[in-house]
Each structure stands twice: as structure tokens, then as C-alpha cells.
T-cell receptor, first 113, second 113 residues
Framework: AQSVSQHNHHVILSEAASLELGCNYSYGGTVNLFWYVQYPGQHLQLLLKYFSGDPLVKGIKGFEAEFIKSKFSFNLRKPSVQWSDTAEYFCAVTTGGSYIPTFGRGTSLIVHP | KAGVTQTPRYLIKTRGQQVTLSCSPISGHRSVSWYQQTPGQGLQFLFEYFSETQRNKGNFPGRFSGRQFSNSRSEMNVSTLELGDSALYLC????????????FGPGTRLLVL
């Protein structure tokens, strides 16, 4: 069965700092990759996803992620974080023809002014 | 389109009781998935229903069960509640296609005393 690892469980940054959250998955076949975000008190929502094509994916609010197949990674990046980026971030993967994602344990990001 | 709705939003129960949670998917979505979210474990997949049939199941005991109605609304039941069942229970709906986004509801926060 596939698994997803998020290496950073808690990240604290100052505003304007750069962000990179790690995500690795274990599955050797075709994958679709997702980053979801859960802002305080809000629904879990899609930030960006990789389905096929350009491995550099751009999402909402200035976030991007790069799919590196050889490293089984899909790291999330943002060049300059804002206080409003404080949230929990989840990496997820679907494999083969499945549409049920396996989620990582999440990374809690706190951005202080 | 209206989003995924879940009722109730908050629930307090005592050990040994049972509970039923409800989820209404986005109109047109036939797949409804349930997840348990806890701080230590992240999102763990419970089960998924499609056209009134359970198509996928996670590694949870038989105390956790569900069903789906002809209008795609779904219910989840937990019998003989344990303290460890305290969690945020999330429902998600989708078009059930590979690579499709899961759309999440606000969740039901269950506290077992």
C-alpha cells in the first residue's frame, strides 16, 4: 500500500520568510499528487495538484510544488509567506486508477508578524 | 453549487453510546468518503460509498459503519464509543474519477467522555 511522509510536523516562520514543506510518497507507478490546506476554522481545501505534464505546479495564493519522480517527492514552496498562511498543510497521493487519496500526517505552519 | 454539508457540527457523547453523523455531498457527486482527523494521526480513511455501495474501506474496526442513500447523502455510525474515538470526522465528495479533487465538509467534532 502507498504511504505519504511529511517530514516537518511543525514549522514556525516570520512573515516574508521562504517556505518549503517536504512530502515523499512510496509507490512506483503512476501517481496524482495533491496539497490540501486547512485554515483555522475552515474546510480542508485544495491548494494545488499534479495530474500530468509540467512537474512544476502552481496553485492558489502564490504556492507552487514540484514533482520529482526520481525522488518520489512533491515539495510545497512559497517564496514569501504571510501571516494569513498560518494553517495545516496536507500532502496526499492517489495511485493508479484510484481516486481515494492517502494523506500525510500534516504540517502545522505558524507565521508570525 | 452548494458545498459539502455535515451535521451535527459538534457532539458530546459518553463511552458506550453510539452516534450517527450525516453528510450531504455536492450536487451531482456520487462518491462520499469519510475520514477521521486527529492531531497525532492526521487524516485516516474510514470508507467510501458510491451509488449506495461501499467500494473502499480503511483499517477501522467494525464499530465504524456507514451507508449511502439514493440521493447520495451518507451517514456514518459509530457504536460502543471509546475515548479514542474523539476526533474530527470529515466527509468528502467527488466525481470518483482518477485525479479528481476531494471536496470536504466542515466536519463533525466528536468528544467522547
Amino acid at each position: 500500500a502507498q504511504s505519504v511522509s511529511q517530514h516537518n510536523h511543525h514549522v514556525i516562520l516570520s512573515e516574508a520568510a521562504s517556505l518549503e514543506l517536504g512530502c515523499n510518497y512510496s509507490y512506483g507507478g503512476t501517481v496524482n499528487l495533491f496539497w490540501y490546506v486547512q485554515y483555522p476554522g475552515q474546510h480542508l481545501q485544495l491548494l494545488l495538484k499534479y495530474f500530468s505534464g509540467d512537474p512544476l505546479v502552481k496553485g492558489i495564493k502564490g504556492f507552487e510544488a514540484e514533482f520529482i519522480k526520481s525522488k518520489f517527492s512533491f515539495n510545497l514552496r512559497k517564496p514569501s509567506v504571510q501571516w494569513s498562511d498560518t494553517a495545516e498543510y496536507f500532502c496526499a497521493v492517489t495511485t493508479g486508477g484510484s481516486y481515494i487519496p492517502t494523506f500525510g500526517r500534516g504540517t502545522s505552519l505558524i507565521v508570525h508578524p | 453549487k452548494a458545498g459539502v454539508t455535515q451535521t451535527p457540527r459538534y457532539l458530546i457523547k459518553t463511552r458506550g453510546q453510539q452516534v450517527t453523523l450525516s453528510c450531504s455531498p455536492i450536487s451531482g457527486h456520487r462518491s462520499v468518503s469519510w475520514y477521521q482527523q486527529t492531531p497525532g494521526q492526521g487524516l485516516q480513511f474510514l470508507f467510501e460509498y458510491f451509488s449506495e455501495t461501499q467500494r473502499n474501506k480503511g483499517n477501522f474496526p467494525g464499530r465504524f459503519s456507514g451507508r449511502q442513500f439514493s440521493n447520495s447523502r451518507s451517514e456514518m455510525n459509530v457504536s460502543t464509543l471509546e475515548l479514542g474515538d474523539s476526533a474530527l470526522y470529515l466527509c468528502a465528495s467527488s466525481n470518483a474519477q482518477a485525479g479528481e479533487t476531494q471536496y470536504f465538509g466542515p466536519g463533525t467534532r466528536l468528544l467522547v467522555l
